[in-house]
């Protein structure tokens, strides 16, 4: 059996994460300070990777990033490299279908934030820097590793955009949802079956993750007593 | 030393307009919830900005909305003790006083910590967190924090909102001692009278969003001028009234004339009698009410009788009466009974 599509599965939803991670944060804390008006505009803006199909997502990338496109056309003549049909096109995909997971998690914990916590940092004199690195952050670090998790799960399993703008080749772009499809076509039953597996396995630990860090949020303030003893 | 506050803001169909001075006293600003007391405070700490007005803190401009002068909260100076305290839960007790800290040098950091622990009696309990902490000690860390960032000011938005009844007056017996030591303006915003008397030397009243004059404390309970103040003051038998002729007032929901033994003003509204100046009296004495037992409340220590007057049994047609349960023994099974207040002591109340 031939690993390469965990493999690539793997890199392009870790790479793809670390990106939305800090992307939904900027996207969230600097929302969130907008006027009202503007804010539900960008909202609608930042969700709707989230109710939109793959498809179309991957159709836009394709339009944006393909040879032909605004994007795609300058980099190939500046740096002669293409974008799509690579593996790190995906990359760009599951940002895109990964980013309102991110963003709308974290936008829900910095509004569940207590105010009083900022307004009382910047009484106290400390920069607005200070507190969201040193205050509202840590606050909200549940908030920030359920939209992480999320993020990376979707991004494991992501397909429709994916196989849009980087297609199916073995051994370069295959990830484990293409390659499943891929070998159902072939009515290669045995090997689609195993890729199953491994996609159960992974699945079975993301949640497995989630459903222990719910439960050490919930025995938060008992570990802490624990640990001053 | 000096704090003047002249602000509006409007929100919605709330509309705040607060106007007060204070020198280095402190300040009690008293108002039913909703009243925009917290907002006042929010606005002179910068966390909202008015619509209009000025905010000076000894002679610093804070706000200014003619000059567009709009200091960031970092940079005022005023100390505020919010009603969560809202100490930083992922820092211990220590850290969260260094974070108040001005001065960055670390040497003098740890000196500066330990000397505000042992001042709040915080001893032994830098290395806690808040959530280990008890109500009383939780907010002598959000007061140790705020001295720490050398305020000119402190702002106090209901300070014991957030204890126990039963450790209450432990904890006001500390911030007393803290007060006394302080020595810029107070706003100690409240809505408790007993607050009031407790802590501070003078008292503005705050009746949906409109500031009152600001008045020593005592004549707010000797001689509240206006309805509201009356109220906030404490007292619970207020009726409407009118001025009918030379020192008598009518009262209109009690359905009686009463002598106060002074010049009533023509703008008089209302009447204000406290519970405790009423005395059983007999019948026909001058200002003696008739009045009829609706209901007996048992306290502790002493008795609180509901009663009709002439002018009905409803809302602020009855009286309540508060006496010592000796007083109340040889009255009670009565139906009937006349009460008795002395000229001086019948609130002569304005609108507002």
Known sequence: MDWFPLYNSLRIALIATFFTFFLGIAAAYYAAKLPRAVKGVLDVFFTLPLVLPPTVVGFFLLKLMGPKGL??????????????????????????????????????????????????????????????WRVLLPGCRQGLMAGTVLAFARGLGEYGAT??????????????????????????????????AVNLAISFAVLLAINLLEKRAGAGPARGEAALR | MSLIVDISKKLGP??????????GEV???LGASGCGKSMTLKCIAGMISPDAGHIELDGRVLFDAGKRINLPPQRR??????????LFPNFTVAQNIAAGLRRRDRSSRKAQVDRLLRALYLDGMGDKYPRQLSGGQQQRVALARILASEPEALLLDEPFSALDSYLKWQVELELMELLDHFQGPTVFVTHSRDEVSHFCASV??????????????????????????????????????????????????????????????????????????????????????????????????????????????????????????????????????????????????QDG
Not at chain 2, 14 to 23: D, M, P, V
Not at chain 2, 308 to 328: H, I, M, N, Q, Y
């Open chain 2, 204 to 349: 503005c009243v705050l009746d949906q969003g409109r500031s009152q004059p600001k008045e020593p404390v005592n004549a707010l309970f000797d001689a509240p001028a206006t309805l509201s103040a009356c109220l906030l003051s404490g007292c619970k038998n207020v009726s409407r009234a009118r001025p009918a002729g030379g020192t008598l007032v009518e009262c209109l929901d009690w359905g009686i004339t009463l002598d106060c033994a002074r010049a009533v003003p023509g703008g008089l509204t209302h009447v204000g009698i406290r519970a405790h100046f009423l005395r059983p009296a007999a019948e026909g004495e001058s200002n003696a009410i008739p009045c009829r037992v609706l209901r007996v409340i048992d306290n502790v220590f002493s008795a609180v009788v509901m009663l009709a007057t002439p002018g009905g049994e409803r809302g602020f047609s009855r009286l309540r009466v508060e006496l010592d349960k000796d007083a109340w023994a040889p009255l009670a099974g009565r139906d009937a009974l006349w009460l008795q207040v002395a000229p001086k002591d019948v609130l002569l109340l």
């Open chain 2, 27 to 29: 300040m009690g600003l």
């Open chain 1, 71 to 132: 994007v795609g056309r300058w980099v190939l003549s500046v740096w002669s490299v293409r974008l799509t049909m690579t593996w790190y096109a995906s990359v760009f995909a599951v940002i895109v279908v990964t980013f309102p997971l991110m963003y709308r998690t974290v936008r829900g914990a910095f509004e569940a934030f207590d105010p009083d916590l900022i307004h009382a940092g910047r009484t106290l004199g400390r920069s607005n820097t200070w507190i969201f």
């Open chain 2, 77 to 86: 100076r005023v100390g505020y003790l919010f009603q969560h305290y809202a």
């Open chain 1, 163 to 196: 196989s849009m703008v980087s297609g199916y080749t073995p051994g370069r772009t295959a990830t484990i949802s293409t390659t499943v499809y891929q070998l159902w076509r072939e009515n290669n039953d045995g090997l689609a079956y195993r890729w199953v």
């Open chain 2, 14 to 23: 709330f509309h705040l307009q607060a106007s007060f001075e204070t020198e």
